[in-house]
């Protein structure tokens, strides 16, 4: 039986947050945000091991209490300069850990609201299929496509779009074999690079309340999402 393994890419510094503190260790509701992802994963039965993928002169991570994640938690410093990158390194560095039919669920580091029943469904949806796939919601608004001049060129048509959220979760051989022949400036999630082989990930239902910090603002957002599902 193919056993369950989950990695967060985390060695980015989050510039758009306007912070000198790498985005993942900002805090949320007495909490850095890297907290939450590694609490919803770590928290899961079947997932095994969750390794965190680190930038190698990352000074944070280790001024905050982890203890109650292990031992399923394992830091990696191995982090690269885009995200497919770390994601990629994080493959090789747990190489001797994951067989190459096991899962793989790649999660945002700062995407903390993720819902046990939807990571809950992305893990049963996908366990007989072949590629894998992710988490997304289907996009409810008007799609406007802008020159740089941020004029608006044309409205695009939303019929079959849906916005990719994480985790996303294949097969460990086939993930490594797409992070290393795909482009990592391009690969801007892990679904893409699985595309390039010719593979189509499947989509499963989400959550718009999935959402990932991205902007000051969404700080806020998160933390009432959270005090919400707390309730």
């Known amino acids: ?8 890419p985390a060695a980015g510094s989050g510039a758009r947050m306007g912070r000198e503190l790498p985005k993942q260790y900002l805090e949320l509701s007495g909490r850095p945000l890297l907290h939450y992802s590694l609490a919803r ?14 930038a190698q002169g990352d000074a944070c991570f280790t001024r905050f209490d982890w203890g109650r994640f292990a031992p399923k938690l394992e830091p990696l410093y191995c982090g690269g300069e885009t995200r497919a990158a770390s994601v990629f390194n994080g493959l090789l560095a747990a190489r001797d850990a994951i067989a190459s039919s096991d899962w793989v669920l790649v999660h945002d580091a ?18 007989g299929d072949e590629t894998g796939g992710l988490l997304a919601v289907p996009v409810a608004d008007t799609l406007k496509r802008a020159n740089r001049e941020r004029q608006v060129v044309q409205t695009e048509p939303r019929d ?5 959220q994480t985790p996303q979760m294949f097969r ?14 391009v690969a801007t999630d892990e679904a893409r690079a699985i595309e390039n082989l010719g593979l189509k990930p499947r989509l499963v239902m989400g959550d718009a309340r999935n959402i990932k910090v991205t902007y000051p603002e969404d700080l806020a957002l998160a933390e009432l999402i959270l005090k919400s599902a707390n309730r």
Request: a neutral charge.
């Open 160 to 164: 079959n779009l849906w916005q990719a």
């Open 110 to 127: 700062a995407r903390p609201c993720l819902g046990a029943a939807e990571l809950e469904r992305l893990m049963t949806e996908l366990a």
């Open 172 to 185: 460990y051989r086939v993930l490594l074999q797409a992070l290393r022949a795909a482009d990592h400036a």
């Open 41 to 54: 994963l770590c928290g899961h039965a079947l997932i095994e091991q969750v390794f965190v993928v680190l």
């Open 1 to 8: 039986m193919p056993r369950y393994f989950a990695l967060i």
